[in-house]
Structure formats: structure tokens, C-alpha cells
């Protein structure tokens, strides 16, 4: 698509801004045709952005894009145009916003929850260095749920600064928002669809009395010392056009909300009716981790009343919609709220049930004082059902779970495994209802199936040999994806004439301090989808410290993975066959 | 004090219940002056605490109190009146709840906001259990600025069950509360006392019109399905009791918030005059970091005027109480809102502002997400001031600051720091004004000035040398206790006629790699104030990996460390002189 020029922008009439939605969608829809991506929350977003394009000024105004996956509009509008065909491969665009990439982009984002916080933080520096400009937060009805933004709104007055604070309400995160903050929100969605407001009537932005939007509802926003302003079609261009002009005109005062109601998946027909499954458009294929999870844990909910699975707005991606279904009673989707879910999990095992906390590995990084105080420190059996770990690849660094590892291992009493394949990740779980204490289990999305396993294969703190262990080069691999790494090392040295024992690291913690202790061999190499710093090769060199055994470890450097295909990242990045075999090849010549 | 029966209480007057409280007043105020501890929330808690062990049945019906530091009454009440002597004390009675100390205590906590999530569970469980049961959350105002508690209350309607909240509010949090819900709860608490409800009249818990209470505050309530009740004046028995025995009635029907209206430090003439002065009693003595951080941010700030600080409602314990005097334009304290003033810290960096976010060890885990995501991946210059890190005695386990190098060690841009005293802590914050990415300085409460550091004395990733190099056995440590413990150790083996290096290891990351390539000794042992897993020592062996050199590391285990004193916690958990002198000893003579 061409660059659009801001000029361009600022003259073009009203159904010239109408046709470049229209250009927008089409190039949103190509690019994630092809590249993947988020779609159906672009496509929601496209007037809304075009509207604040032309009414504010950036980069000299800022725009602070909560979550950020909303953000592909502004990035055609800001000079990206020409770059978006590269959206989200390696090198290329961020599918996120990117402070290094654009002045346009103010702040990154990437999890949910920060654009309020964050909107503050400028309008305080502006303040202090008594500059101008407006500051924006756009923000999902989906993350009105999280903390973070409550948080925020409730220290907006002690900051006593302004910011505008765009709610772009669709009535879904992932799945359909939940909670009662939502049901306020619908309630005044609804207000002013009775009233007429939505239909395009001239006076956009109201909060005159003449919608049925319930005025305590309205109270609510006004008590963190906010306008109300709302409900605004986000897809009627002169009602947008006309409700920022006003907000814009209230902002000289205070700190605005504008409530804007848009249709996740507007103008795509498919997007529109299966908004959940345009979220977010990948690659796909290979089997998933999550389908075995939703399975394994429905089969154990049969035989076991006492489990509970809790979830944080993520129940499909994570692959419990049929326990969902199965057990509507002891399933629990509290939202896009990471900690609470945490919580609720530590006090439902302290209370004797058996919960299950899904969520990917780059989120758990939010409930980390949860699963120390509440849940650790209380050696509650909580299990905790990590997907996404290791370098998940297009969404880039803020998605990457590769600190996972790092985080958990100093945490006492808890137990971090990390099965070989999909069949060993269901023995963990049938395993983990025998736990009396807390189990990680970390996996990537997709992997392979794998033998059926018996029962009781998996003990706790127990290595698995695969191949021989009398070899004086030991290759200690976690996980299905640093297995297959060594697997191939494997056998590209036996073609050499290199023989090598091949173990597989289920439980990062315990170690599995038997086996290593009767290792013969005199270096250990071990493979992580982690950053080295704290992971597993820091736990293997800690128990053969000063014993005389070689350990070398492999796994991702000191510093934040962009995105990228995975497999491309894992070579690139420290996971690389040739540097793997060329350190075993060295290893066998030194000796 | 006397052990009270159950039946004792239960069939007391209502004089012999004052008299009660009376008792227990003068057992905490007794033992708080022995052995340290909260004074002030727990004076102000006596009456509510006895009220709710007359109405309610524990250990059957379940109560969880937010933070945990008000529930003495709680104790001295369920069987520990005996043991009440030995509070803080190593082996004795924890200041918190705890679950392994009593069934009455059905949830441990230490740590802000975790109440209603917690509650939550317990009620899930007994639903889903099909048991009874009242479920209780007893959560201070203060709380009630952190996102956990409005994630909780945002999901009360999505769990369908039943919960009583006591709101204890006194208008505190260490310092009086702040942020736009504590303006709302003011404001209620007025309205009642100016229709004279607070004044003991017999309708205790009433949300009839009858108040001047605003009626759309109490619908803010109402939004998440709760049933306000208030305010009631919680140093009225018969009040409390009345009202108690209404929201049990009403918790039939659905949850229930009661708001109730407590002094801090009540029943004692100097504690409530200065609640903050008396919301901890602790030990005292010995310099103090905080004062020193107080100092030099204002003495920095007059000169630089991009600093500014932010506080998570511990201004006065952090020592910045000067600086937000100074400079009261350029001083956040957003609330208990970890999260949100590690965000509001990285967006006022990225806006060019020079942010110190001063905090707790134990505090910041609560932002691990937003120090990852917010603040390193976008490789921000947020200085993270990092008080009472290592082991902090008597608050115990939920306490400790024993986890933060291991938390931060993976992060990759940020550097980790930890002076070896007060002046060398100055020294760092003059350094920091001129870091280009984020860095985080922990210290532990206490320590000694130490002699002034000249301009430009603390390089980043720099060593200090304290005594020779040229020895077989190095000691490396990190931070002023560890110092302190290596110069013991240092001058014994000396007396023994044993040589030691000794060096400050000024930064855990990034490491002195100059300085420990030039080492010749063939034995560096580490100590830090630290679990071992993740710490100096593991960053150590990591970097003396296959060299050949023995590296033996001195810190924490892999455990969680109770309360007790400091001092004799090092030496019981690992950082004990003669053990390492021992380990010198050995490492002599084996070679």
C-alpha cells in the first residue's frame, strides 16, 4: 500500500477518509493472509484509527496502544506502509509497537494493561518539562478486567494531570469479555443503542441525559475523576470525527474517556461471525500441547471431583473449551486478571481441591508474587499448566517465554518439568493429581504425540536415559524441541564415529541428582529453550561444581529474542545443530 | 494472657466483651513493646476481632485477613494466648497468619490484596464440596488501591458464590491512604457520621436512605454484585455485633460488603496520635539506607530536573518522606500499586524523565512482569531502589528479600547492584543519572556510612578489591552483611596463618570479567545475602565454567526462611562464619 502522507490525511474530505478505511482493510487482510497476525481487532480498529490520525497530532500528540496486537492501522498511517508486507517476519515490522521503530510508536506494548499507566507517565513528563500535546491510551473492554487499569484510574487524580483514554469496547478480549465490569459496559452500550446513539445522530459524543445510559454507570468513571464521554459508533467517521474534536476540546480540562463501541472483525464477513478465531491468524499445523491438556484434564475431572481449572480470558487458545463445557461448575475464566487467577488457584488447593492454572509462559510473569506468596510459600498443589514456552516467534519479544525456567527454579518447593512430547506431557498430568505440593509443566504450542506412556511412567525428579549413558559425552536436553535438536546431533556424530549418551531432562527442578551422579562421562552438554542465565544449564554446572566434569550449556543469550520463525530464532539464537556438533566434535578431540 | 474458650465467648455480655477487648489491648501493646511488631492496625482491629469470634464459628466458617499484619487479636483468641509471648520470635508464633501454626488460620498472607481472590477460592471449594459455611475476607482500605482486589471483585458475579467483606477502614495504609477509592470511602464515612451513624445508634449496618451516605458510591459496590452495608463504627460492640449478625443473615442471599469504620492504633493515646510512627514497632539501631537514598535523591534532584520518584504507599519507611516534600511535584505514591508505578516509572523514562521507584525486596516481585516488559525489554533508565533485600527477620517467610538477585540475574538489560555500604550506595545513585538503561540497587535496611567515595568512583560491572588478589583462596561478596561476615572470616584465618583474597563484588550483573580473569587463585568461595539458586554464586560458576577453578558458594537454601532475628538467620540458613571458615580451612589443606 502507498504511504499515506499526514497532509493528505489532515485535507481529505469525509468519503476520501471512508475509501482509505477501505484501502486499510484490504491491506490488513492481505498482509495476515500471508504473514499472520492479529485480524479481527485491526479490522476493528481501522476508523477509529484513521479518525485519531486526523484529528490529533502524532508523533507529537502520543498514542499509547494497550496490548498493541490493535495496531497495524497506525503503523500504515505512520510512514510503515511501504515496510508492512515484511509485518512480523524476521527483520521485518513488529506485529506490536515498537519504541526502536518508529517515533510514532511512544511506548511498546505486548500484555495487557499498561496503556493508562503508561499514557500517565507522559502526561507527567509533559507537565514537568511544560510542553503540550495530548496523550492517548487506547484500551480494550478485555483488559478493563486487568488490575493494571484500575490501578491507574485510581491514582489519576492523585497525578492530577490529563489524558485522554479511548475505550474501544467490542465486548470481547479473545473470547467474549467477562466480569462485571463488562455487564457495565454492555448496560451502556445498550443505553445508547436504545436511545438511538449508535445510529449516526449528529451530536456524537454524549452525556447530556438524552441516552438511557444509566447514570450511575456513568458515576463510576467520574469517581476516578474522569468525563465520560460515549457511546460513539467506532465505525461511523463523522461521529468519531466528531466526538475526539469534542474530547479533544474536554481534555484542555481533564482527563477524558471516550467509549467508543466498534465490531471486532468489521468489514470481513468471516472475521465479523467468528471474531474468537480471526483474533489471531498463525501458521499452524503439528499437534498441540493444548488439545492434549483439555483432553488429559477433562478424562482426569471425570474420575476426580476435587479439580478445578482456572483460566485467565484464554480458555480456547489454551485448549480447555471442552472442559469448559464438561464442567462449567469447576471451571473459572475470571478475565485478562493473571494474579487473581493465581490466587483463586492457591486458596481452591488450600480449601482441598485440586486446581489447574492454564496461561502462557510470557503471561505467568504476572502473577509472579502469586505463585511465591500465595502459592509456593504455602506449598499448595497447584499445578500450573504453562503453554507457549520457549520462543513463540512472530509476536517477538514480548511474547517470547524463554525466562520461564530462570524465574521458577529459585522458588522453594516447587517442582518445574518439562515433558519430551505431547504423550509425556499427559502422564505429568495424571501424575500431578498425586502431588501435595506445586508442579509447573512448561511446553511449547505444537509438538508430536509420541508413544502412549503406562501408567505411573513419570516419577518426580527422574531423568529418562535414550540413548546408552556409557559415553563420554552426555547430551541432557528438556523438551521435545531441544530433544529433537539432540537427536539430530546424534546421529550426524554416530555418522562420524562420535558416540554420545542422549538423556531426557523431564524435571529442570528436582534434578535427577541419581543419575547424574553415576554419569561416567566427563563433559555433559545440556539444551534449553531458555535463556541460559538461571535455566537448566545453571542447575546442572550447580550440582557438578567442582566435580571435574566439562558442562556446557545451550540456550538462548542475555538479551530479548525479536520475532521471528521459531525454528529460525532457536538457530539463531544459541539453539544451532552445526554449533552443537562442533562443540561435540571438539569436545571428543580435547580429550 | 489467659486462653478464652469458644463458649466463654460465645456466651459473654456485651460488658464483659469490652472488658475482653481491653484485655487483649493491653497483651498486644504487652508484647508488641517486647518483641516488635504492628501496633497501631492491630489496636484498631480489637473490637471487630472479637465481634467476628462471637458471631461467626471459626475454624468451620473461614476468614482470611489482606496483608495479615492485623490479626493478633485473631490469635490471641484461637488458642494462642499461651504462646502469644514468643510473637516474632525464632520458633514462635509468626506475625502473620499461618496455616502450619493453626487450622484457625485457613490462608497465610503478607503481601497486599490477596484477601477477596482467597475468599473466593474457599467458597468455590465449599460450594462445589457442597459444605457450609461462612467465608470472610477482612481487607483494610488501604488494600483497596491494588488491582488484585479489583480483579477479585471484578469476578465475584463470574463465580457465583457467596462472601462476607469487612472493609476495615481507618483511612491508612502505612500512611493515610490515597487514590480516587479512598476519596469514595471518605466521602462514605462522612456521610455517616454526618447523619450521626458512627454515633452507636441501635440500626447498626444500614443502606436504608436514612444516611447521608451518596447513593451512587454505594452503587459502586453494587456494580460487582455486592451488598453494601455501612458504616459502622467498629469500636461499638453492640454495633458490631448487630451488624455482624445482619451481613450473616444477608450472606444467605449473596456477598456482602460491610463497611466498617476503625482508628488506627485505638485505645492507645500516642498510637493513634502518630498511627504511621506506630504501624510498625520494630528493633531500630544502626544507620539507615533509606535515609541515605532520601538524602541524596533530593541533594541529585536539586540539580537534575528529570528525577522524580515513585512509591507504592511507603513513602515514609523508603525515606523519601524529604524528597516528596522537596520537590511534592516531581514524588509519585500512587497507592499499594507495585504494578502500576513500575509502569508509570517506564513511561516517564521513556518521556525522558529520570525515574527512581524506591520499594522492598519482597514488594517488587509484585512488578516482575512490568520490570521485564515494560521497563528492560525497552531498555528504559528506571532506577529500581531495592530496600530490606536479604533475609529481614521478623516478619518471615512472605517477608524475606532473599529471592531478588535470582529474579533479576535473567532479565537481560538491566544491571544488578549491591553496595557494600551506605556511602558506596550514595555513590551508585550519582552513577545512576547517568546510566542509559535500567538498573536496580538492593540494599538491606540497616548498614554502616562507611568512609565518602570520590566523583566517579563506581564503574558499572566493576569489582572492588578490598585485600590482595594474590592469594589462593578468594572471597567474593556481595553487600555490606556478606562483607562484613568475609572481613571476620578474613582476619581469623589470618590469626590461623592462612591467606585470603577478599573482594567487593560490587555488581551481580554484569560481572567483573576483567577482574575475575586476572584472578590466580585456584578457589573463589561467594556469599550473598541470597538464595543460592540463581544468585552471585551460580552468575560466578557460570562464568568460571570447565576453567578449572573450584567455585564454592555461601547463601541461602532452597527453602523458605522463617521469621526470626536477622542476624541468626544468616548464620542458621547458611551464612555462618565458622561454616565458611571451615570451608577455608579445607580448601587449604586439600590443596
Redesign the interface.
Known sequence: MREIENGELKSASLSQLKELCGELREEILATVSRCGGHLSSNLGAVELTVALHRVFDFPRD?I?FDVGHQCYAHKLLSGRAGAFGTLRQEGGLSGFPK?SESEYD???T??AG?AI??????A???D??GEGGAVIALVGDGSF???????????????NTRILIILNDNGMSISET????A??LKEMREGAQDAGAVEGSQNAARHDGETSIP???V??FE???LTYMGVVNGHDMAELLASLEQAKHALEKGSVLLHVHTRKGCGHAFAERAPTETHGVGAGGGAEYSRALGEELTALAERD?CI?AVTAAMTDSLGLRGFFEAFP??A????I?E??AA???????????RPYYAIYST?L??A???I???V???NLPVVFCIDRAGVTGRDG??HQGV?DL??L?????LTVAVPKNISEFRAMLRMSVHMDGPLAIRYPREGSEGAELPENAIEIGKFEVLHSTMSDIVLLAAGERCLNLARRVLKRAQNEGLELALVNARFVKPLDEGLLSSLKAHTVITLEDN?????LG??V??FF??SGK????FGYP???IPHGAPCDLMREYGLDEERILACVREQYACR
Open positions: 502520543k499509547v519504541r511512544c511506548y511498546g505486548g500484555h499498561t499507566s503508561a499514557a500517565l507517565g507522559f507527567k513528563a509533559r514537568l518539562k478486567n486487568n488490575g493494571l487499569i484500575y490501578e491507574a484510574l485510581n491514582s489519576l487524580k492523585i497525578l467477562v466480569g462485571s465490569m455487564a457495565v447514570e450511575d454507570d458515576r463510576l469517581h476516578f475523576g471431583s478445578v461448575e469447576r473459572f475464566d475470571v478475565g486478571c494474579e487473581h490466587v483463586l488457584s492457591a486458596s481452591l488447593a488450600a480449601a482441598g481441591m503471561f510473569q504476572r509472579y508474587d502469586e511465591v506468596h500465595d509456593c510459600a504455602q519479544e514480548t525466562f530462570s524465574y527454579s529459585p522458588i522453594p518447593n535463556v541460559l542465565v538461571g535455566g545453571d542447575a554446572a550447580r561444581q567442582n566439562k558442562v556446557i550449556s542475555d538479551a530479548f
